[in-house]
């Protein structure tokens, strides 16, 4: 009985891969039917299943698994229609706009950085000393902005512009600590201070440590 | 056969339910939108005055517009049997705490932003099942206690995509009840989960839309009817992309759609930086307000509000799960 059951449902199986072939535009109606089918079959092969397991036996976990993997199949071939019909509705993103505010506005804290780094070396200081001492007042102007709430504003338009540069490493972190600082000082701030800085981090050391054996074979 | 429900997804409120009351808050955002003047109330800051927290403003967004709803037509909480709420925090803070106030029997609901059609599904069951004379429904959402949740801090320095929405802050509430005349719950329409396989937490539009297609569809069939028999068929916050790919999408289908609109289209204007529109439990919540005043006003005759809800879990978007989403729909009608 069982068997003539497996059977038929294997031959389901074998049937509905040949409605299942990418790419396909289903029409409805064979839609609902084949996951209807699968719906069934898979809930009597689950229950198969089980009773195998608790006779001690591993059986029908392969008819389970094949059925599971043609939903997915027919799920995908959903997927990839329905990606393709929306993905020309999105409104584009201002590439060129955004590129050339991301220009103007890095260069600038770029430049604002460099001025800062002459007038320490004009005040006496090495040149190894300024870089850390211009870091140290971009971090801190990259935070205050963040505090008074400008920071946000200027990521809007320049993106990459105020990412990237020291400044909007301090955004990340002081706009977290600000973000959970309503949790307390252990769970919130000193938790997630890191949340989105955190990967920056961990991979920027991860990298450095190569390059640093890099370069000291080399 | 089960007497009240017709078709697959409809259910009939033969009882006709009425909405007795309701209300409405918003942010300032929402209050210098278009429809600003149509909320009982516009906060002046994201934050209310001694709050230490996005998350308390919020709850008592919640709790002041069932209050203000309750005392519209001088009812106490203790007057309503039920109390159905939802909200986007995790473990739906804001109407556990709500309900804690109001210390009535308490159902909470989470269908991210189909919260609100949910709940005035589940009010239009209980009252037409005889297992309630007056139910109180609330729905909320607040941007800073959303943004934190499901994307970034909301000091980061971040480009939005176009495709994003604005999560709207605002809580609505609704006490439905039996009464002679009023605008009537006539039908509701319970969605299934939809997945196109959209994981993208900026573009909630798209992958919603297909969930409000097929609960229209269904309720149309189910009905008999089409979509000229409503006046305005109205989806709760699809946004401008998720609009455009429904409205694509019945195109596809060769259905019209002339009285297709959205909750999120209309709350904010389009000076307003918002990108895609609206979103949020908060959307339809605060919207629904001015769409029954405008019924009130004669202005339409009978709606179909469709709840849209992206099923959204940081947890699993990090894990690269895509993102079901689910609309309910429900009927109302004022012909007084």
């Not at chain 2, 009905?223 to 709760?236: P, Q």
């Amino acid at each position: 009985m069982r068997e003539k059951e497996e059977q038929e449902a294997r031959e389901r199986l074998s049937k509905r891969q040949g409605n299942i072939q990418p790419p396909t535009v289903f029409d409805e109606n064979l839609k609902t039917r084949l996951e209807k089918e699968m719906l069934q079959d898979h809930q009597k092969a689950v229950m198969w299943e089980a009773e195998a397991v608790n006779g001690g036996k591993e059986k029908y976990k392969s008819l389970r698994q094949e059925i599971e993997k043609q939903q997915q199949q027919l799920q995908q071939i959903v997927i990839n229609n329905y990606k393709k019909d929306t993905q020309k509705l999105a409104q584009k993103q201002t590439v060129v706009k955004n590129t050339i505010w991301a220009f103007f506005v890095g260069g600038l804290i770029c430049t604002f950085g460099q001025a800062v780094a002459l007038l320490f070396m004009n005040g006496g200081l090495l040149e190894k000393e300024a870089g850390s001492a211009t870091t140290v007042i971009l971090i801190f102007l990259g935070a205050l902005l963040t505090g008074l709430g400008y920071y946000d504003e200027i990521g809007k338009v320049a993106g990459a512009g105020s990412i990237v540069p020291i400044t909007g490493f301090a955004n990340s972190i002081v706009s977290s600590a600000l973000e959970f600082k309503t949790e307390g000082f252990i769970y919130g701030v000193g938790a997630r201070l890191f949340t989105v800085a955190g990967p920056v981090i961990v991979y920027g050391l991860a990298v450095s440590l190569v390059i640093g054996l890099i370069y000291y074979f080399i | 056969m089960p007497e009240k429900k017709i078709g697959n997804q409809t259910l009939q409120f033969n009882s006709k339910p009425k909405l007795l009351s309701w209300s409405s808050i918003v942010g300032p955002m929402e209050g210098k939108g278009p429809l600003g003047k149509h909320f009982d109330l516009v906060l002046k800051d994201n934050l209310l005055e001694g709050d230490t927290s996005w998350e308390k403003t919020e709850q008592k967004m919640m709790q002041h517009s069932m209050e203000i709803a309750l005392e519209k037509i001088k009812l106490q909480a203790g007057d309503l049997d039920f109390y159905l709420a939802g909200d986007l925090l995790n473990q739906i803070m804001n109407a556990n705490f709500t309900a804690r106030f109001l210390g009535i029997s308490f159902l909470g609901l989470y269908g991210a932003c189909s919260t609100l059609t949910e709940g005035l599904s589940l009010a239009g069951m209980l009252i037409d099942g005889g297992f309630a004379k007056q139910v109180g429904v609330s729905a909320s959402s607040h941007y800073d206690t959303a943004e934190r949740q499901l994307r970034y801090p909301t000091e980061m320095g971040v480009q939005r995509p176009m495709t994003a929405q604005w999560t709207v802050t605002g809580a609505g509430s609704y006490i439905v009840g039996k009464a002679d005349s009023g605008i009537q719950l006539t039908h509701a329409t319970i969605g299934k989960v939809k997945d196109m396989g959209v994981s993208n937490a900026n573009d909630m539009g798209t992958a919603m839309a297909p969930a409000a297609l097929d609960t229209i569809k269904a309720h149309l069939q189910d009905l008999g009817r089409s979509m000229s028999d409503y006046d305005i068929i109205i989806t709760g916050d699809l946004g401008v992309l998720g609009t455009t790919v429904l409205k694509e999408l019945f195109h596809k289908e060769g259905y019209p759609t002339d009285n297709i609109s959205d909750c999120g289209l209309l709350i904010y204007g389009p000076d307003q930086d918002s990108h895609s529109g609206g979103s949020g439990c908060g959307c339809s919540s605060v919207v629904l307000n001015y769409l029954l005043g405008q019924m009130l006003n004669k202005k339409a005759r009978r709606i179909l509000l469709v709840g849209t809800g992206a099923l959204l879990s940081p947890v699993t978007s990090w894990q690269g799960e895509s993102i079901p989403c689910i609309a309910h729909g429900v009927v109302l009608e004022y012909y007084g």
